[in-house]
Structure formats: structure tokens, C-alpha cells
């Protein structure tokens, strides 16, 4: 009897700590990636599908990105192609962008779908090919002082989101797989925390989260400590000085991109720890990195 009183307490303590950020969030769009290396096992899937599941059915609207970058890598070598990466972004000529395009949108989406529809959600896979939904041109970089493609990598040039705002605003869930359409209609590879970045900013989100492989931002790629939470510039600092390297750029790259358009909070955050989604939402002091524009709010213990 005691220990169920207990239990009841505890319950009720956890939903009063809950209340005020399951207020703020009623009816605002939270766009979560959901990185292919937090993909580890089917437990801790259904923990991300029953949280956004969760999500939806108290008002709020998420967006779904996915990845699938180990997905691809596999794919790649039963083909016998070499996965190349520059900066955290795949090498893509047009073989690469044939497999990638039918792991992303063929298995990847397809699965998230099912999954999210098992829970009891309704979701809809798209990708950026779909109502035109991610335009992009050819993605060009710095290399050894030399501005050179990646070949079928894009950059974004506009979201049509309305499909998107349309979906997410009704009983529907949207799933997007990181594909673009050129100008000319071929397919493009986009990292999906660029992508994630860039639909948070076009619907004005109220939370962009990344959910990865990594505790969080860390003082350098094998420590331990995590950085909980970080300003843009403090960003653009780690970068220089190398903390941040490789896969975790486009990630706080993506979240930069996504505040400077609007977007109120972005948080990276540790996809092996189940219920990683609500235990960031809906609890004070979250988990993860918090990327903000400055740190005033966070000091003033002031999570909102
Ligand atoms: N400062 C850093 N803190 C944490 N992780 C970092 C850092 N710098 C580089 N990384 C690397 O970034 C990786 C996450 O990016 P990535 O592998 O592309 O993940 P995902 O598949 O979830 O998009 C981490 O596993 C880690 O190896
Ligand atoms: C250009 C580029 O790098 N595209 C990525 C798209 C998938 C992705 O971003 O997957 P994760 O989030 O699991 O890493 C790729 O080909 O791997």
C-alpha cells in the first residue's frame, strides 16, 4: 500500500513538472531528425515512435526527419562502393545517389512510417521530391582552398512547406527523408540535419531536436562532458578550435541555421536513452545540449 502511494506520488510529481511545457507546446510544431546512428535496436525505436506518438495525441504537432547514413554505408558496400565523407557529408555521384535515394525513401521512411502508424499514429512519408517539398542546386565547399562539389550533394534553396503545415496541423504525422529535387529534377543527397534545420526555420517551429549517438556536445569528440548548453558564437568557436568535428557539424550547423530563422529552442540529444524526446520536453532540466542565441534565459534557470 505504501510503496503504491508512493509510486502514485512520484507519478503525479513527474506530470506536475510536465504541465507548463505540455501547455507551451499545445498546437506548436516541434520537428525531431532521428539520426540513423540512434537507429540501434526495435526497443529503442518504439521508444522514439511512442514518444512522438505521445506528442501527438496531447496537441502537439510533430515533424519528422530521418537519416539513414549507416543504412546507406551498408547498402553502398553490398554494391562494392566506397563510402567517402567530407566534413561529415557523403561523396555522392550518381550511383552513390541511386542507393542512397532507395534506402532512404524505400526502406528508411517506409519503416519509420510503419512503426509510427503501429503506435497508433497516422504518418506520411515524403520526401523532398514529393510536392516539390526541399528545392536544392548543387552543394559546393571549401577543399584544401579549392571550392569543390560532393556531385549529387544539394543545397537547400526553398521549402515548400505548406504540404507539410497542411499535414501537421491535421491528425497526420509527416515523415521526410533527406532527398532534394534540382531545378532540373534529379535527385540530390542533403544531410538530414540540414534538412531538419531548414523545415524547423520554414514552419517557425518551436523546437528543433537532433537525436544522435552522443550524450550531447562534448568538450572534445572521446570526453565525456557534455556541454548543456552552448550560444551560437561559443558554437562557431568549438568548430575553429576542431572540439567539434565530422558528423556533429552539419548538426550544429543545422541548429545555428534553424535559431537565426526563428525557431525558439534546438537541442541535441542522446537517441540511446529511452524516451529521450519526452525526458528532454517535458522535464526541467532536460538532457543534452540546448543551442540558443544567447544564454540569459538558461542562467535564469528559465527552461521555457
Ligand atoms: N565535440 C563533439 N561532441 C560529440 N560528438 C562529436 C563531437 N565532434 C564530433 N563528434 C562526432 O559526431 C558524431 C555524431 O554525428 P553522426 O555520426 O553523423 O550522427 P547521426 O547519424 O546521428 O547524424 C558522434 O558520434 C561523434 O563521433
Ligand atoms: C550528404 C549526406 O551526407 N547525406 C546523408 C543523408 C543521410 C543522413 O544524413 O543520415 P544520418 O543522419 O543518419 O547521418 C548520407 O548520405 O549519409
Redesign the pocket.
Known sequence: MYKSMETIIKKAEILIEALPYIQKLTGKTVVI?Y????MINDELKNSVMEDITLLKYIGVNPVVVH?G??DINKALSNFNIKSEFIN?LRVTDSATMEVAQMVLVGKTNKEIVSLLNQKGGKAIGLCGIDGNLIECEQYTTLVDGKETDLGYVGKITNINSKVLDIIAKDEYIPVVAPIGVGKDGRSYNI???TVAGEIAAYLKAEKLM????????????D?KE??SALTIDEVHN?IEDK?????????VLGCIDALEKGVGRTH?ID?RIPHCILLEIFTYKGIGTMIMKDKVLYHNNEKL
Open positions: 531528425k539520426g540513423g546512428n540512434a537519416g547514413g549507416p561529415g544531410n538530414a540535419d537532433l537525436l544522435t549517438d552522443v550524450e550531447g556536445v562534448k568538450t572534445s569528440k570526453s557534455i556541454l568549438l572540439i567539434i568535428q565530422g558528423g556533429m557539424i552539419p548538426k541535441i537517441g
